[in-house]
């Protein structure tokens, strides 16, 4: 039996908010499409995948790129409140990478970048313009003018389930990111954060716990 309240309430919110109406219009129109190019890039997509404009995706030769169902990926300027400033951008860069993205996960603008692994668990949220990257890209300190002389250094990036990322953080190399966890607008994450705090600042560090996980009962990561 069709909700009728439910979806009153939706039509009206899309006369009070029209923009909605149109982004989901647009929406509809680009889902296919970008799912059919990064199909085409060799990028799995799980069902009822949401897209707001083209990611960019750039897939080394031999590694993975795992999209779940229902995700909803914002890549036009205007598809989040904020504004973006770029699509979200997807690239692995060595033939053993993997980027991992669950079920129900939101990204927006958001850049990723994978050597070895960056896994985001279902249901996360990650805000405007985001970048979770699991490596230095460049070699740090002696060989940096020669590249190849020194190793770049890694380490795997994991986010858990029901992570909310705030606007414009940096999520660095190594760190793993308990469920439930939320870190703050513009946080620089460097070190690995318990489930259910709520972590902020640069260098990120612990400022409170999410309502229910106060007594320490979130598993660590
Ligand atoms: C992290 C956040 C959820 C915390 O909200 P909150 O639980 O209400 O926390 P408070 O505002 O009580 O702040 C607690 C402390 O952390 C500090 N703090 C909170 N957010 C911070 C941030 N982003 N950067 C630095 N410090 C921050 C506060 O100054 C405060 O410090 P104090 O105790 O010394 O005064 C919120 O500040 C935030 O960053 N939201 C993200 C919004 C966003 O980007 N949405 C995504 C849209 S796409």
Redesign the pocket.
């Known amino acids: 039996m069709p909700n009728l309240a439910s979806r009153w309430d939706r039509l009206s919110d899309g006369f009070d908010s029209p923009w909605r109406l149109r982004r989901a219009l647009a929406r509809a129109f680009c889902s296919p499409v970008a799912r059919a190019v990064l199909v085409a890039g060799g990028v799995r997509v799980g069902t009822g995948a949401q897209f707001f404009g083209i990611p960019i995706v750039r897939r080394y030769a031999g590694s993975r790129i795992e999209i779940g169902a229902h995700v909803d990926f914002r890549s036009w300027p205007a598809s989040?409140?904020?504004g973006l400033a770029h699509p979200v951008m997807l690239t692995t860069m060595a033939p053993n990478a993997l980027i991992s993205i669950g079920d129900g996960v939101g990204l927006?603008g958001t850049t990723i970048a994978a050597a070895e692994r960056v896994v985001i668990g279902k249901g996360a949220v990650i805000?405007?313009d985001v970048i979770i990257t699991d490596n230095d890209h460049h070699v740090v300190g002696a060989g940096l003018s020669q590249p190849g002389i020194a190793p770049v250094r890694h380490g795997p990036v994991e986010i858990g389930e029901e992570v909310?990322v705030?606007?414009?953080a940096l999520i660095l190399k190594g760190v793993q990111i308990g469920p439930r966890a939320?870190?703050?607008?513009?946080?620089v994450v460097t070190r690995s954060v318990p489930a259910g705090t709520?972590v902020?600042?640069n260098p990120a560090r612990v400022?409170?716990w999410v309502m229910g996980d106060e007594h320490g009962t979130g598993e660590q990561p």
């Not at 939320?182 to 946080?187: E, F, I, L, R, S």
């Open positions: 989040n409140v904020l927006s805000g405007a909310f705030g606007a414009r939320v870190v703050g607008a513009g946080a709520i902020a600042g400022v409170g």
